[in-house]
């Protein structure tokens, strides 16, 4: 079992900048790659970025590439989502996951967090 809670959610103008955390406890950390998802509200849940167990390789969604920034500590069994520029589009619930695989659908994490929501105003 891993457990994750998520946190560094808030209000911010469009333009603005958050950095959430996913701070990870019970298995070892480095064992999975995380991912970070979003849903808005009537939306499905939508992939925006992963980093595999080391931290080499990261990949994101079209939408957020450039602009959000996905970082691992595994001494600190954290990961983190740097989110610049952001927009009133990117207003949504997200979530962090945990996958033993590599891949971008939500089916394959296997640990989800509890969410934090972050809204962008215009």
């Known amino acids: 079992q891993v457990q994750l809670v998520e946190s560094g959610g808030g209000l911010v103008q469009a333009g603005g900048s958050l950095r959430l955390s996913c701070a990870a406890s019970g298995r070892t950390f480095s064992y999975y790659a995380m991912g970070w998802f979003r849903q808005a509200p009537g939306k499905e849940r939508e992939f925006v970025a992963r980093?595999?167990?080391?931290?080499?390789?990261?990949d994101y969604a079209d939408s957020v590439k450039g602009r959000f920034t996905i970082s691992r500590e595994n001494a600190k069994n954290t990961v983190y989502l740097q989110m610049n520029s952001l927009k009133p589009d990117d207003t949504a619930v997200y979530y962090c996951?945990?996958?033993?695989?590599?891949?971008?659908?939500?089916?394959?994490?296997?640990?989800w967090g509890q969410g934090t929501q972050v809204t962008v105003s215009s």
């Open positions: 980093i595999s167990r080391s931290g080499v390789i990261t």
């Open positions: 996951a945990a996958d033993q695989h590599w891949g971008r659908e939500a089916a394959l994490y296997d640990y």
